[in-house]
């Protein structure tokens, strides 16, 4: 098998094609094991044999990283975090010695900001980009995405490296990119002209930001689903896409289709956990482009299908520098499903729903945000932000309050008969108990009260003492 694989960049398929590869989306699983193994035994020697890093990791190992046998084998290989990266590279900076390329190869420098520690530093270089524009746009062209349409993204264009793939895979797909980018002040405002007055068919964003966007259109007098124009949308960096309320409030809000992307910026923008046009929800893993095991969070064995657990992820063929069993930190739990697009991939059926460390564990249950966001936005009189306010009793035992903003004018009624306003809380408490299994504390907030977020809303306030 040649490796890393050649692509033919002037390749199309015929637009009423469903699959962008036909044989590698609906391959049997059996013969894509084969065939991913294949591709990890080569992107496991390549990366030993190069990698200063990975000669050191992969030293005293029970199976040899240069001659894999098995997808058995390639999980005896030591998962790396994200610690691991950030202790490399602060040891032999900027990129570490994961590098198998020379440092002048290197055509994108990109990386994490480092707001909960030291950033992390990706190089990548010139192939890899071309492979990844390959990949991308196999993906988006399962989306729903043609030549025909217009490709707006509305996300900041810096070291976040989730614009840059929806571009690039959009540009290798032939459609109309408009790079629009996001954060700058009054930019959501000239988001929504241009909105209406380029209708683009298709947006890339967070979930966060779409719904921000069409909260602005209306207070501009803009009705979104009128006068815009979108078919669809495709999100990452943020699990609303798959959270079903908030899912179904952004398709009727546009009057457009979404679908759900992500993994990890250290594995992107090799785009490979992915919905199709079909999917309600849920990401397919597209395994040949990056490899995906669950793996339990505590014993760190690989889980089988239809368990919950950490996704770990493998590059397949990068040369830059490869990242081997990158453990993501985020829970989901994957399965076969019966999607009418007919691909044969695992599945993230709800897409991915938390990380590890957001976990709340609230009298022994567990509870993720994304969960409560699903019951707030199924509530009539929800005013569209929330907070969640953890705290510690005496006792040791975790208390968490849900501050939930309220519609204006259901709020206004409090006024003259708070009354009204405590059977809302009381409502709101009673889903919240039913949907995750616990009781909680409800305070209500008149909408508006919450910042909006023009990129990953922060939603947790953590009160506990270490
Ligand atoms: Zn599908």
């Known amino acids: 098998m ?11 398929p015929a637009a009423d094609q469903e699959y962008w590869s036909p044989e590698l989306e609906t391959m049997p699983p059996a013969d894509r094991d084969r065939h991913t193994l294949a591709k990890l035994q080569s992107q496991v020697r390549y990366a030993y044999q190069n990698s200063g890093f990975y000669q050191e990791f992969y030293k005293d190992l029970p199976v040899d990283p240069a001659d894999l046998q098995s997808l058995e084998e390639f999980a005896q290989l030591p998962i790396l975090t994200k610690e691991d990266i950030r202790h490399e590279q602060e040891q032999h900076p900027p990129y570490g010695r994961f590098l198998c390329v020379p440092p002048e190869e290197i055509f994108r420098v990109h990386g994490t900001s480092g707001t909960t520690g030291r950033p992390t530093v990706f190089g990548i270089g010139k192939d890899d980009w071309d492979r990844i524009g390959e990949a991308h746009a196999r993906i988006l062209w399962g989306a729903g995405l043609r030549k025909d349409d217009t490709v707006m993204v509305a996300a900041v264009f810096s070291l976040y490296v989730g614009s840059w793939g929806a571009l690039v895979g959009a540009e290798r797909l032939g459609a109309t990119c408009f790079p629009f980018g996001s954060g700058a002040p009054g930019q959501t405002e000239r988001a929504v002209e241009w909105c209406s007055m380029v209708k683009p068919s298709a947006l890339y964003a967070t979930p966060s930001y779409a719904l921000y966007l ?5 207070q501009m007098g803009f009705d979104p689903k009128e006068d815009f124009g979108f078919r669809f949308m495709f999100f990452s960096g943020e699990p609303g896409a798959s959270v079903p309320a908030t899912r179904r409030l952004i398709e009727e809000t546009f ?3 979404i679908v759900d992307q992500g993994s990890m910026a ?3 923008p090799w785009m490979s956990n992915s919905g199709c046009k079909h999917l309600d929800g849920g990401m397919h893993l597209w395994q040949d482009i990056v490899y995906t095991e669950m793996v339990d969070p505590q014993t760190k064995l690989n889980l089988p299908l239809g368990e919950e657990g950490v996704p770990v992820y493998s590059h397949t063929e990068r040369t830059s520098q490869p990242m081997i069993r990158y453990w993501s930190g985020d829970i989901a739990r994957w399965d076969m499903v019966d999607c009418p697009c007919g691909r044969t991939y695992p599945t993230l059926v709800t ?3 938390g990380r590890v460390d957001d976990m709340i564990i609230v009298r022994g249950q567990n509870v993720f945000p994304s969960r409560i966001e ?4 199924g509530m009539d009189e929800f005013g569209g932000e929330f907070r969640l306010v953890l705290e510690r009793e005496s006792g040791q035992m975790d208390r968490l309050t849900v501050q939930a903003e309220v519609l204006a004018q259901e709020y206004a009624a409090q006024e003259f008969n708070p009354a009204e306003l405590e059977q809302i809380r009381e409502r709101f408490t009673a889903e919240l108990r039913r949907a995750i299994g616990v009781s909680v504390g409800v305070q209500l907030k008149l909408e508006g009260e919450f910042e909006r977020t023009q990129f990953k809303a922060r939603r947790i306030i953590d009160l506990r003492t270490p």
């Open 2 to 12: 040649e490796w890393p694989p050649k692509y033919r960049h002037d390749f199309y």
């Open 214 to 218: 069409a909260e602005t259109a209306r």
């Open 255 to 257: 009057g457009c289709y």
């Open 266 to 268: 250290e594995m992107t």
């Open 351 to 353: 897409g991915i729903y």
């Open 374 to 377: 699903d019951v707030l936005r």
